[in-house]
């Protein structure tokens, strides 16, 4: 190995490996909060699905946030768990990337919404009305991670990828200690970009009556979503502002708290 090699292999081992085992901790630690909350806001509020637009409370509200959010947090889970491997592929080598690269780049150029209308009536054949939800927001989230995630692996130098040939990190140690940490920052501002995408479809996405032949309202995921459409629909203008706060409190909540924070600390794993 090369002296150029061996600074990349020394910088990266005591910067990125370290760091990133260092973090972590404390962001597996978030992210069971998170979870661990939102199973203790299920439990109470029994993710209710059926409402009627007149007769809403402030608890209906709060019931519908935490669908919501339970909702957004089950689509962007599986589609995590999906972009790494497919980002993985396609970059897997030169050739194979030249075939997926254009092909997934045509798929995601097509409006996730031109779907739905068969999504829904899929899952509502088999009364499956939440999958109906959650899976147009995984189509809607899945592609911002899938590119971002390219774009970070296309970043790692060409000298950290020779250090771990010459030292033979492969496979899931190589994911660990190289890939991972290096797409980190991407798999963030990914994520960041997949949240908002999720948020503007889930007003379409529990609105499932408009895709339901002879569908009603009855039939619609009680949600923020939901409830903003509804509302609006029907000049419950309370319900669709309180709606609208709740919304705005809960996405601005978030991106203090979570994504904010998240982005700093990926300022520690970018290459120099």
């Known amino acids: ?40 806001l299920i439990h109470f509020a029994s993710l209710r699905n059926t409402f009627d637009i007149n007769q809403i409370s402030l608890t209906d509200i ?49 409006p996730v919404l031109a779907f739905f209308p068969v999504i829904v009536v899929f899952f509502t054949a088999y009364h499956a009305f939440e999958f109906a939800a959650i899976f147009i927001l995984f189509m809607s989230m899945l592609w911002n991670l899938v590119f971002t995630m390219i774009g970070g692996l296309k970043t790692i130098p060409e000298d950290v990828e020779s250090a771990a040939s010459v030292y033979k990190v492969r496979g899931i140690k190589k994911l660990l200690n190289i890939t991972l940490p290096a797409i980190f920052p991407y798999m963030i501002t990914g994520s960041l970009l997949a949240w908002g995408q999720g948020w503007s479809i889930v007003i379409v996405a529990e609105v499932l ?57 990926t300022e520690r794993f970018k290459f120099d």
Do not use: C
Not at 217 to 236: E, T
């Open 1 to 40: 190995m090369n002296k150029v090699s061996r600074q990349y292999h020394h910088h990266y081992h005591f910067s990125y490996q370290t760091t990133f085992k260092r973090h972590l901790a404390s962001i597996a630690t978030i992210t069971l909060v998170i979870v661990i909350f939102i199973a203790f």
């Open 62 to 110: 709060f019931i519908a946030s935490t669908n919501t959010l339970v909702r957004l947090l089950v689509a962007y889970l599986f589609s995590l768990l999906f972009s790494i491997p497919l980002a993985l592929l396609i970059t897997i080598t030169p050739r194979i990337e030249k075939i997926l690269l254009p092909l997934f780049d045509v798929v995601q150029s097509v």
């Open 209 to 265: 009556h408009n895709y339901i032949p002879r569908g009603t309202v009855s039939q619609d995921l009680l949600g923020l979503g939901s409830l903003l459409v509804d509302s609006f629909a029907q000049g419950k203008n309370s319900v669709f502002l309180a709606t609208l706060v709740v919304m705005v409190i809960i996405i601005s909540l978030l991106n203090f708290f979570v994504w904010q924070r998240l982005l700093h600390i």
